[in-house]
């Protein structure tokens, strides 16, 4: 299975971006999607989580300015980032657990390679 994301970049306070994260292999089901970031110095945090069933979680930091969303048949979670602020800089991972066709009772979690967000002030 692999995670690959898109979508990072440079941007002014205030402004958007949107990430997208697509999980290609031998899968059987994707279960929870996740969003993390991780600043320079700073320890890796989740930013927002969707269950398969639709269910969203968000940090306090990120409440009401982002959005997660999921595509279950295309195995794409996105994050759709508004009001960005230069506290949000971060290098964005992916994260899915995943089931896949060889053994559909063990899950696993995968890795995307990062994406990176900028945002100017």
């Known amino acids: 299975v692999q995670l690959q994301a898109s979508g990072g970049g440079l941007v002014q306070a205030g402004g958007s971006l949107r990430l997208s994260c697509v999980a290609s292999?031998?899968?059987?089901?994707?279960?929870?999607m996740s969003w993390y970031r991780q600043a320079p110095e700073k320890r890796r945090e989740l930013v927002a989580e969707?269950?398969?069933?639709?269910?969203?979680n968000y940090a306090d930091s990120v409440k009401g300015r982002f959005t997660i969303s999921r595509d279950n048949a295309a195995n794409i979670v996105t994050l759709q980032m508004n009001g960005l602020k230069p506290e949000d800089t971060a290098v964005y991972l992916c994260?899915?657990?995943?089931?896949?066709?060889?053994?559909?009772?063990?899950?696993?979690?995968?890795w995307g390679e990062g994406t990176l967000v900028t945002v100017s002030s």
């Open positions: 969707i269950a398969h069933g639709g269910t969203t």
């Open positions: 994260n899915m657990l995943v089931s896949e066709r060889s053994n559909i009772w063990v899950s696993r979690n995968y």
């Open positions: 292999g031998n899968i059987h089901r994707v279960y929870d």
